[in-house]
């Protein structure tokens, strides 16, 4: 969803109520597992939590992936065995949350958004993820079956790399390393439309020119109201005493952090960018408003003496004696043609035009 089309919870429930924010849907929620250590891993599709709970028990990470909120009882059910507190679950479901992380001794609580760009509407959508990291098991809550973590399930099914090798706090950055590269992708590609404006405004500045602007203005406006929160949650995660962290991990994080500095600093500069541009576009409509109203004005001054002489000879005087001569229309004629070539030939001289 994007951040004008958000639904909200009535007014005045309990603390606790599990009430889902996002846009309403009827698919079935997918939960699927990967469970793993050095040396094997395992992987099925379940039909509730509760099958989750063997494989925690015989695995160093068990991962369980639930693809949809929209299904309360499925969040009550991982709150209720996996002993997490009403309102981390609250916040799961109501989807219009702040990036943040929360330290409940037991686990760790994140949540922040992954974004993506709809082609057909030139807009940045959102849809946000909520992981749980224990000791032994992380739950990650997405509202969409889109394949946002597919990479890291696939390092995971290949054994590429430590990720098998270390506990939950990795998958869980690795998971936030995956969303936080998306961005970079978010960045080149406004940049690309940035570019485009750039060179559409050389060429022909319109109203299509305007209307880019306007919606990159908008894209850039949204990225940046996720990211700088993110930047508070990745720092918080780092710099958590908790013993779910490993030092081996902190160091990864710092190297997150830096990410999104990064693509902070790039949005900062697109948008310094963007009013430079916007800036420019409008000073662009007034220099051509401005050689119009010079080119009507030069044509109204020409025609204020020839206005003047067809204003005399255009009175009905009897006795006008160039009415009645032979050659006086057409030397009225010439007169104003020669006032007319004078008149341009001052304004050449003025470089008027």
Known sequence: MTWHTIRRKEPGLPPGTLVHTGEEKSERVNITIMAYNAETFE????????DCLPLKENFTVTWISVDGVHQISVVEEAGKHFDIHPLVLEDIVNVNQRPKMEDHEQYIF???????????????????????????????????????????????RNNKGVIRKKGTDYLAYALLDTVVDSYFVILEMLGEKLDAIEEGLVNAPGVEILRSIHKLRTNCTFLRKSLWPLRELVASLERSGSNLLQDFTRAYLRDVYDHVIQIIEGIETFRDMLSGILDVYLSSVNNRMNEVMKVLTIIATLFIPLSFIAGIYGMNFEYMPELKWKWGYFTVLGVMALVSFFMLLYFKLKKWF
């Open 43 to 50: 992987e099925r599709q379940v039909e509730n939590i509760a």
């Open 110 to 156: 994140l949540v922040f958004p992954a974004i993506y760009y709809d082609q057909e509407e030139e807009t940045i959508k959102a849809e946000q993820i909520s992981l749980i990291l224990g000791p032994r098991f992380l739950i990650s809550f997405q509202e969409t079956n889109k394949d946002i973590f597919g990479s890291i399930k696939e390092r995971i």
